[in-house]
């Protein structure tokens, strides 16, 4: 019944920043940890980073740790994902997740998410 709606993909040159945007409707917003993942062509969706119910726990893959930031509007329904100093390899479609468990845990793994939007694209070039 959640429904995810990303945006603010686009193209952006190297070095450059983007943020991303992802709605979620049909249930409590408060109620759910958020993630972010992508998925480049020829690769697995893998994790970007996730956020807790709370707002007070984020996680990061290793490869955006300190030029991406997750964070969440409780208010708005929505989650974000900041990214400075983009890389060619940061190209993707991004999707946002959203997990239903009740704690303010925050998961990694894509099995973790059981509700998923359409995706964003995110281009990086020069």
């Known amino acids: 019944q959640v429904q995810l709606v990303e945006s603010g993909g686009g193209l952006v040159q190297v070095g450059g920043s983007l943020r991303l945007s992802c709605a979620l409707s049909?249930?409590?917003?408060?109620?759910?940890?958020m993630g972010w993942f992508r998925q480049a062509p020829g690769k697995e969706r893998e994790f970007v980073a996730a956020?807790?119910?709370?707002?007070?726990?984020?996680r990061y893959a290793e490869s955006v740790k300190g030029r991406f930031t997750i964070s969440r509007d409780n208010v708005k329904n929505t989650v974000y994902l900041q990214m400075n100093s983009l890389k060619r390899e940061d190209t993707a479609v991004y999707y946002c997740?959203?997990?239903?468990?009740?704690?303010?845990?925050?998961?990694?793994?894509?099995?973790?998410?059981?509700?998923w939007g359409q995706g964003t694209q995110v281009t990086v070039s020069s």
């Open positions: 049909g249930r409590i917003f408060s109620s759910y940890a």
């Open positions: 956020i807790s119910r709370s707002g007070g726990r984020t």
């Open positions: 997740a959203a997990d239903d468990r009740d704690d303010d845990g925050v998961r990694v793994f894509r099995d973790d998410f059981d509700s």
